[in-house]
């Protein structure tokens, strides 16, 4: 497509559910991030793909949080058992990474979604 | 460690006028890129600017021009002649290659164009 997906675009869920969040990368681009944006707030860096490989999974706040990416093109970030705190813009950015090292890389995002936690 | 301060949280400016948002980076690396991003009120982030260490030139673009310097660790964007389109929040971005593929983003600055 001509630019990032993100799905759904706005998500409201009760505390304890289960949560997917469906980003698709520009097509080509090897590299893809997913950030929170809490209200207010700057993007606070949670995991990274090179490929389908998760190279760096340092941000994710816990074991509620996973990611996955397949084909080297759409990935998934799950939440389980939502609390409150969740409640934030998931956002989405892919690069092209030529090179293998993405951050050299200039990223493009995606519109986000929109997770409340009720 | 890097990290990435925006010390200006809001500005308000009046339309014409010309405004500077101060982003002041922090690195060991001597390898590193800068950026800086603009997200307007409909969410999405829209890239502006990538910026290399090797390269101290300062850069304009239109209204919009960056000044890097090394020896202050900043990287300041101004936006002339400012417009109500620009009300935007603003990211200045750090990545380091050497040391991680992670971005580092600031705060973000809030730009208000009064008309």
């Known amino acids: 497509g001509a630019g990032v997906s993100q799905s759904p675009s706005n998500k409201v869920t009760e505390k304890g559910k289960d949560v997917e969040l469906r980003c698709d990368p520009i097509?080509?681009?090897?590299?893809l991030y997913w950030y929170r944006q809490r209200l207010g707030q700057g993007l606070e860096f949670l995991i990274y793909?090179?490929?389908?490989?998760?190279?760096?999974k340092s941000g994710l706040p816990s074991d509620r949080f996973s990611a996955e990416r397949t084909g080297e093109s759409v990935s998934t970030l799950t939440i389980q058992r939502t609390q409150q705190e969740d409640s934030a813009v998931y956002l989405c950015?892919?690069?092209?990474?030529?090179?293998?090292?993405?951050?050299?890389?200039?990223?493009?995002f995606g519109p986000g979604t929109r997770l409340t936690v009720l | 460690a890097q990290k990435v301060t925006q010390a200006q949280t809001e500005i308000s400016v009046v339309e014409k006028e010309d405004v500077t948002l101060d982003c002041v980076y922090e690195?060991?690396?001597?390898?590193?890129?800068l950026f800086w991003y603009k997200q307007p009120p409909s969410g999405e982030l829209v890239f502006l600017i990538r910026?290399?260490?090797?390269?101290?030139q300062n850069e304009i673009s239109g209204r919009y021009s960056w000044n890097f310097q090394k020896s202050t660790s900043s990287f300041n964007f101004t936006i002339t002649a400012s417009q109500v389109v620009d009300s935007a929040v603003y990211f200045c971005?750090?990545?380091?290659?050497?040391?991680?593929?992670?971005?580092?983003f600031g705060t973000g600055t809030s730009l208000t164009v009064i008309p």
């Open positions: 097509s080509g681009h090897t590299a």
């Open positions: 910026r290399n260490s090797f390269d101290e």
């Open positions: 971005a750090l990545s380091a290659p050497n040391t991680g593929n992670q971005f580092y």
């Open positions: 950015a892919s690069s092209l990474s030529p090179s293998g090292s993405p951050s050299t890389d200039t990223q493009y």
């Open positions: 793909f090179q490929g389908n490989s998760a190279p760096d």
């Open positions: 690195t060991r690396d001597t390898t590193y890129y």
